[in-house]
């Protein structure tokens, strides 16, 4: 990712401007999950695992 300084612009708000960038195209999330290899069935557990976690959290926040 690059990012331009513009006329005017602190070094702080250059950061903040490139660490927006970061979060929003997801590039730490794509880094980490390329770091080890995963299968495609670990995927597919984990996937269930999260939707069941989120179910069970939705469920209690009805009561």
Do not use: P
């Amino acid at each position: 990712m690059r990012v331009e300084r513009r006329d005017g612009e602190t070094v702080e708000q250059l950061i903040r401007r490139f660490n927006k960038g970061v979060v929003s195209e997801r590039i730490t999330k794509t880094y980490r999950e390329k770091m080890h290899f995963v299968s495609k069935s670990e995927q597919r557990k984990e996937k269930r695992r999260r939707a069941e976690r989120n179910r069970r959290k939705k469920m209690s926040k009805g009561f």
